[in-house]
């Protein structure tokens, strides 16, 4: 197994350097290499995805990346920003399917925005389409109108469009990730405004004859968007496009309390894919080695669990985490009034000494 971690800037460095040693102690037979990425890169190559780091991200059988991006970059032009790293890799990898699994933690559920009763125990998964969709659609630009409500004015505009396998294999990934929970599918449209998506409501359909014994329902994404902070747990699997997919996972982040929580994986037809935490490079925290590094230990069992096949040591991660809460430890994002609060490095500690006997736990605890 070869992974390639490329941690990237602000708080990427430090959370990568914890799911590192948390990776190290599980004792796999891997070999893993680093390389710049985003900003880091930029300074160092004069791009956020030099060729170098693009071969390794090729060649290796699983990614781990921490974030990317700084607001000192932002006049630089586009194709220069950090960001254009991922964009980058997912173009070149191939990388079609983002998975979001947004859980609750029973210890942190006063964490949410919502009320405790309608997050404890929440468990879903969303699959955004990620390479296609008016973010990617051509033509798009500006020109001056030639009809409309105003034309001879200067206008905008995007094109909205999937193909017909781009909609199956994203919907086979529900379908088969369905399989492993509660074998629910809401597919998430607008079709009945958008040609689009009365095509991805058909072809979703026409997929699910394949897969009988797992449930499908089709939702506009208005109501979805109302559904997620009025009844979360209703749903299982959530699938939908790349615009969508975008605004409706970073809104169920949220009902489960910190962003700094949350992993994601994005896979390839193969099951290859990059795991990152879902949240961003945290330039107004970086340095200060306070960020939840939890999110990233939580994508490396991930990576273990979909690219590496590796599922008991996915969750003995998982497993270690929900230990170093029920010890009561959090980093600042998630602490509250009789939690022990720690640091970066500290919650690594601490999620290394429940893989591999407790001390640490107990350490930090009496700090009481
Ligand atoms: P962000 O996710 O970096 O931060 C949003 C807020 O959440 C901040 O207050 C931050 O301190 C907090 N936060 C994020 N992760 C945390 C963690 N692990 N622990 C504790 N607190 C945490 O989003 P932003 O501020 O909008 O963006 C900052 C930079 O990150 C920008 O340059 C943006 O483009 C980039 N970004 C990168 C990615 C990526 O690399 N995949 C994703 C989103 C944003």
Redesign the pocket.
Known sequence: MKIAILP?????TE?VAEAVRVLNVLDLPFESETALV??AAYEAHGHPLPESTLALAKAADAIL???????K??SLERAL???Q??LGLRKHLGLFANLRPALCYEQLTHASSLKPELVAGLDILIIRELTGDIYFGQPRGRRTAVDGHFPGAEEAFDTMRYSRPEIERIAHVAFQAARKRSKRVTSVDKANVLETFQFWKDVVTEVHQQYPDVALDHMYVDNAAMQLVKAPKKFDVLVTGNMFGDILSDEAAMLTG???MLPSASLDKNNKGLY??????????AGQG???????ILSVAMMLRFSLDQAESADRIERAVQAVLTAGLR????WSEGTVRVS?REMGDAVVAALTGNTIVKSLTTRI
């Open positions: 990237g800037d602000g708080i990427g959370i985003g900003g990346f921490g974030a990317v991006g700084d607001w970059y932002d920003r950090p960001e790293a991922i910190s962003i700094g990152e935490p879902s949240h961003g490079s945290a330039p107004d925290i306070v960020a939840n590094p939890l999110a990233t980093t600042a994002d998630i970066t």
